[in-house]
């Protein structure tokens, strides 16, 4: 295994609140980072109160999902501010890369929380997921995204942080739209990860 711990990815997780469903996406792209000797860390939004009512909320009160206590299995809201949890962790951490997973509910979250960031701390910003595989035009315009991550992320990720920490071209990185001097580079898609070939 390589040492590249010297590199810091921050990732982040933003997720609809109180959904408890495993980032699967974010913890094999992690797993593969660790595997070639990268620092990861997750900041993670589903414990913040970042809406009026959850998702089964809502569906209980159309009789969708039965209403249950949340508190009785332990899940409870941080009483933290989310972005200021988010500002302490990044300059404690201080990451060479931060990479937003998010889907369409929860991309202006997100997109927020990349706001807050770049307006004190100047680090390549990636954003993934779902939504970023459909919709890179929309995402690329952001001021504060420099790469968004096109289809799976597991080789691309290991791919771009290797290139960065040897002081390589990083605009022919496949599965990768990315923001440099002024232009867009918009890159193909590799082909299908190998699932059996990825550190589960």
């Known amino acids: 295994m390589t040492d590249n711990k010297e590199f810091r990815v921050?990732?982040?997780?933003?997720?609809?609140?109180?959904?408890?469903?495993?980032?699967?996406?974010?913890?094999?792209?992690?797993?593969?980072?660790?595997?070639?000797?990268?620092?990861?860390?997750?900041?993670?939004?589903?414990?913040?109160?970042?809406?009026?009512?959850?998702?089964?909320?809502?569906?209980a009160k159309n009789l969708q999902v039965r209403k249950t206590n949340r508190e009785e299995f332990g899940l409870v809201y941080k009483d933290t501010d989310?972005?200021?949890?988010?500002?302490?962790?990044?300059?404690?951490?201080?990451?060479?890369?931060?990479?937003?997973?998010?889907?369409?509910?929860?991309?202006?979250?997100?997109?927020?929380?990349?706001?807050?960031?770049r307006r004190y701390y100047n680090v390549p910003m990636i954003v993934g997921g779902i939504f970023a595989t459909f919709?890179?035009?929309?995402?690329?315009?952001?001021?504060?995204?420099?790469?968004?991550?096109?289809?799976?992320?597991?080789?691309?990720?290991?791919e771009l942080c290797t290139k960065i920490t040897e002081k390589q071209d990083i605009t022919s990185v496949q599965n990768m739209w990315i923001k440099q001097d002024g232009k867009i580079y918009r890159n193909g898609i590799r082909k299908p990860v190998n699932l059996d070939e990825l550190p589960f």
């Open 10 to 59: 921050l990732f982040i997780n933003c997720n609809t609140m109180m959904d408890v469903l495993l980032p699967v996406g974010l913890s094999l792209i992690s797993a593969c980072l660790k595997e070639k000797g990268f620092g990861v860390k997750l900041f993670d939004t589903t414990f913040y109160k970042t809406a009026t009512e959850t998702g089964d909320e809502a569906r």
């Open 82 to 117: 989310m972005f200021e949890d988010l500002k302490k962790m990044v300059e404690e951490y201080k990451p060479d890369i931060i990479g937003l997973s998010c889907i369409e509910c929860t991309y202006e979250l997100g997109i927020e929380m990349l706001q807050s960031i």
């Open 135 to 158: 919709a890179p035009a929309e995402i690329i315009a952001e001021d504060c995204v420099d790469m968004v991550c096109v289809g799976e992320g597991e080789y691309a990720l290991v």
